[in-house]
């Protein structure tokens, strides 16, 4: 019975792909290559139950899928390997295509690079004049709940890819999609960096739970990103007109 119902499953994706699935039957069909002949429905549910939705299914950590019930170390670094994948392919797919003049694709692009990301990472995204996308670098690795940043290591990417203008983005795998006061201060400290270098640092994006916070963006915020070169030729203006 479950192997008829497995050919069912999988003739329908072949058929309709997955936009006809609901969650659990996603995950259904994905134990069927680590769960070969166990129902994985039910399984499929108590995942969902314990992680409350398909992407923090995908985004958790093997050693935390391993505590439901039926999820052993195989079927969890599939479920860790999908998440991967599809991290790698969006951004190969997106190529050199991406440009920061388009700041809503630019954000779904970098939300894909931090796809099952388990600890705190930090990329910068160097760019040229344009705006357009030269490479995207990982500078950081942290832990769950934490990052720093090498001045050298942020100087050394950009000056080596010919960067005149570069993103941060880091996550926030156990936090909110927000710049904590620490992100504020190694944010100012950035802008100060690469300003004595003229290169302009034009966002730092946060991720946390699927969503991508730009300071740049916010009204609280964007003030930190104007240069202090500008700042100082706007004093100055205000002062010859007087």
């Known amino acids: 019975m479950h192997e008829d119902h497995r050919q069912r499953l999988r003739a329908l994706f072949r058929s309709a792909g997955l936009d006809s699935f609901q969650p659990h039957n996603v995950l259904e069909l994905l134990l069927f290559y680590s769960i070969p002949r166990i129902d994985t429905n039910e399984i499929a549910h108590d995942l969902l139950d314990h992680f409350g939705t398909l992407v923090n299914v995908l985004d958790a950590a093997p050693e935390e899928l391993c505590k439901v019930k039926g999820v052993g170390p195989?079927?969890?670094?599939?479920?860790a390997f999908v998440a991967?994948?599809?991290?790698?392919?969006l951004a190969e797919q997106a190529g050199e295509k991406i440009?920061?003049?388009?700041?809503?694709e630019f954000r779904k692009y970098v939300l894909a690079q931090f796809m099952g990301e388990k600890n705190e990472v930090t990329y910068l995204f160097c760019m040229d004049n344009a705006a357009q996308l030269l490479r995207r670098c990982k500078v950081s690795l942290g832990t769950k709940y934490a990052v720093s940043l090498d001045n050298r290591t942020l100087l050394e990417t950009a000056f080596h890819h010919?960067?005149?203008?570069?993103?941060l983005a880091h996550n926030h795998p156990n936090g909110l999609c927000a710049p904590s006061s620490e992100d504020v201060r190694l944010t100012e400290a950035a802008v100060k960096l690469y300003d004595e270098v003229n290169i302009?640092?034009?966002?730092?994006?946060?991720i946390a739970g699927g969503e991508c916070f730009s300071m740049a963006a916010h009204p609280n915020f964007k003030r930190i990103?104007?240069?202090?070169?500008?700042?100082?030729?706007?004093r100055q203006k205000a002062a010859d007109t007087r």
Do not use: C, W
């Open 162 to 167: 010919n960067a005149t203008r570069v993103v």
């Open 99 to 104: 440009s920061f003049s388009s700041p809503k």
């Open 225 to 234: 990103f104007v240069s202090g070169k500008v700042i100082a030729m706007e």
């Open 200 to 206: 302009r640092l034009v966002d730092h994006l946060i």
């Open 84 to 89: 991967q994948l599809a991290r790698r392919y």
């Open 74 to 79: 195989e079927s969890a670094t599939l479920i």
